[in-house]
């Protein structure tokens, strides 16, 4: 049920505008770093290799575009059912609620996961291009860079959980949005206090700052275990809702 479930949410995004801003979002953040790294002549990378070419779009995007993309990406899958009342034709059906929850939740994943790998394949295009047009510089591809975009999409997954969470209960898409824009507001304030463990948002810079090793892991940790902490919590509260009912 739950694979049927992921396949009827995809149909449901085709040709939609959460499918355009998969390609979009992460396009923006590539396009201002080139922009960046044009009107600097490309000397930059001459003297510092392609590994801050790397650096600069991963940070971009982890602690600015990808917590905004979050938002409204959940705030989009939810919003399909919230704007044309389809939260009451599916609980006609026989469909569990946390099913449906889960199966738009792993949906968003892939969402996320799928921008991601935009991100990448952007970036390996432009750098294989600007190599051919003259703009030579050392370590166009390597292990670590790799390593940090993954690093960075585990980090983000308790604040797409939590995201996944508002835009389910709140019909409003200003409150999801809202939340989005205020914590990423936050993420530079707490990411250089003692206090960045509290904030979820601030795990995804912590593995893109160049923090310690141990800063990194203990973000990925944190991710991890909100996400499924959020998530059972949330399976579990709508079991006995339905139960209620």
């Known amino acids: 049920m739950l694979i ?3 396949h009827i949410e995809l149909l449901k995004t085709k040709r939609s505008l959460a499918l355009l801003m998969m390609f979009l979002s992460p396009l923006m953040v590539l396009l201002v770093n080139l922009l960046l790294l044009l009107n600097n002549k490309g000397v930059m990378i001459g003297e510092k290799g392609w590994s801050i070419f790397w650096l600069q779009n991963y940070a971009m995007w982890g602690y600015f575009m990808m917590p ?6 959940t705030a989009l899958l939810n919003g399909i059912e919230h704007r044309t009342n389809g939260w009451r034709f599916m609980m006609t ?3 569990k609620q946390k099913d449906l929850f889960l199966a738009k939740l792993i949906l968003a994943w892939l969402y996320l996961i799928g921008a991601s790998a935009v991100l ?4 390996v295009t432009s750098i294989v291009c600007l190599e051919v047009f003259g703009i030579n510089g050392a370590d166009m591809f390597s292990f670590e860079m790799s390593q940090k975009l993954i690093y960075t999409t585990i980090a983000c997954l ?10 389910w209960r709140w019909k409003n898409i200003v ?3 809202g939340l989005g824009v205020v914590a990423t507001m936050s993420i530079m304030q707490f990411s250089h206090s003692k206090y960045w463990h509290f904030n979820p ?9 160049g923090a310690a090793p141990t800063g990194q892991t203990l973000a990925m940790v944190y991710s991890l275990s909100m996400t499924l902490v959020l998530t059972l919590t949330a399976l579990y509260w709508l079991g ?3 139960v209620r009912c």
């Open 4 to 6: 049927k479930l992921i």
């Open 68 to 73: 905004l993309y979050i938002a409204l990406i």
């Open 93 to 95: 059906l026989p469909i």
């Open 120 to 123: 990448f394949v952007s970036i």
């Open 158 to 167: 308790a604040i797409l959980t939590i995201q996944h969470i508002i835009s």
């Open 175 to 177: 409150v999801p949005l």
């Open 201 to 209: 948002w601030t795990y995804t810079l912590m593995t893109t700052n």
């Open 240 to 242: 006995k809702r339905e």
